[in-house]
């Protein structure tokens, strides 16, 4: 008579009513929910971290690409030696040639756009309170084609009046009170040259849009003014402090590095986005990197329950084993019966843990407005971490790891106490019976 095939129907139902038997029957389903809950506990925090993880770098790398410039031209202040006074005085490195060099910088393959921009500190106030600020000098034109800046949805006001006035985060307008319509007074260290030295320079400016980028720290400090405004108010009448240049692809930002620096010449330096936020990505990917691990173990852990439920359940079953090695059973065949116990429980353990993850991960938006409720408002704080709320993105990579872990885990450990079950000697196992 043939042997049965490898994982036979029998088996299944063998191990089936194993799993499934009471502890008056000499089944161990204390120590088999235990470890069900375990891995189901394990995984679902697994998948939770990770599309919040990822939920975070991709909210993150969004902001900065939705409001900052993907890479910036600019050049390096030069110093001059006066042969008659031989005194060296610096040069600040402006860019007069603006419009042509944006021109050449756009024509480059993979450039989407470049656009000539003034950049300045100032101090505004309205009535007794007061705030810094960084000016954004633009051109109506540019100032619509930033996502962030542009979003209509997170928006107040026209940004077509954006000429008529300037544009301010929504952080500026609650710190310092401003709506639509309100007059802002921008102050600046630098301003007119007199006989006596420079004097500061002190403006009002109507408030005609204000935005949201998504970012605290953003929207708390920057102001937009028209390109002709801020040459005036800067001193920077003709000239540029920089090219704000945009690809199609900002991930490898890095390639366009040296076709910049060849096209703009001497003293030209290039500053991407991923030189601002590097270190904090990478930081990023190390902290997801340590969260994996950590959380992996939780996950052995949990599978080593199961051990200990197949070593009591071959225990039990002693009587039963001797039985069907009499019978004709091969050691295989034992062997497969305990194994498919405790991979019974490490596939619905990991099944039930993905639904928990999944469905925490698309309900994380509730679950931390349970979390602020209860906590008085205090669970995020965006001037820490930067960005409004917490999100979650889920990979079907980051899934399909957390799920090859734990059934990888789950079917190594149950490997040990199945060969103990499957080299249980017969005879010794019906002495006493």
């Not at 979003?151 to 544009?167: L, M, R, S, V, Y």
């Not at 006989?195 to 403006?203: K, L, N, Q, V």
């Not at 051990?307 to 009499?326: A, P």
């Not at 039930?352 to 349970?370: S, Y």
Request: proline letters at 4%; charged letters at 20%.
């Amino acid at each position: 008579m043939a042997n049965p095939p490898p994982f036979s129907r029998f088996e299944f139902m063998i191990a089936w009513r194993y799993l499934r038997a009471r502890r008056a029957e000499g089944g161990v389903s204390v120590m088999t929910w235990i470890s069900l809950i375990g891995i189901t506990l394990g995984v679902m925090a697994l998948i939770a971290t990770l599309a919040v993880r990822a939920g975070f770098r991709a909210e993150f790398v969004d902001t900065v690409l939705g409001a900052n410039a993907h890479s910036t031209l600019y050049y390096t202040p030069t110093y001059v030696t006066n042969e008659l006074t031989e005194e060296t005085y610096t040069v600040p490195g402006r860019i007069e040639d603006y419009d042509a060099l944006a021109q050449k910088v756009a024509a480059l393959p993979g450039v989407v756009r470049a656009a000539p921009v003034v950049r300045g500190q100032v101090m505004v106030t309205m009535g007794d309170r007061s705030n810094v600020a960084e000016v954004y000098g633009v051109t109506d034109g540019e100032l619509q084609a930033i996502p962030r800046i542009a979003d209509p949805e997170t928006a107040q006001g026209n940004i077509a009046d954006f000429d008529k006035g300037i544009a301010i985060g929504i952080g500026i307008a609650r710190e310092l009170g401003l709506t639509l319509g309100d007059k802002l007074q921008v102050i600046s260290p630098n301003g007119a040259k007199t006989a006596f030295g420079t004097t500061p320079r002190i403006s009002t400016y109507d408030v005609v849009y204000i935005f949201s980028a998504g970012r605290y720290d953003i929207d708390r400090t920057r102001i937009y003014m028209p390109m002709a405004e801020a040459q005036s108010y800067f001193n920077r009448e003709g000239a540029a402090d920089e090219i704000e240049v945009y690809v199609d692809n900002p991930e490898k930002i890095d390639d366009w590095t040296s076709p910049l620096l060849n096209l703009a010449g001497d003293n030209a330096m290039v500053w991407t986005w991923k030189d601002s936020s590097g270190s904090f990505l990478r930081a990023l990917d190390i902290e997801d990197d340590v969260m994996f691990v950590i959380l992996s173990v939780l996950v052995l852990i949990a599978s080593m329950n199961i051990t200990s439920g197949l070593i009591m359940l071959v225990k039990n079953k002693g009587r039963d084993i001797g039985i069907l090695r009499t019978m004709g059973l091969s050691e295989g065949s034992v062997l497969r019966v305990f194994f498919l116990c405790g991979a019974f429980t490490g596939v619905i353990g990991t099944v039930a843990g993905v639904i928990l993850g999944v469905v925490f991960a698309l309900n994380v938006d509730h679950i931390m407005a349970f979390v602020n409720m209860i906590s008085g408002g205090g669970a995020w704080d965006p001037s820490v971490r930067g960005i409004y709320e917490l999100p979650a993105k889920l990979l079907p990579w980051d899934i399909a790891r957390a799920v090859g872990l734990s059934l990888a885990l789950s079917f190594i450990v149950t490997i040990f106490p199945a060969r103990r079950a499957a080299r249980m000697n017969p005879v010794e196992a019906l002495r006493y019976e």
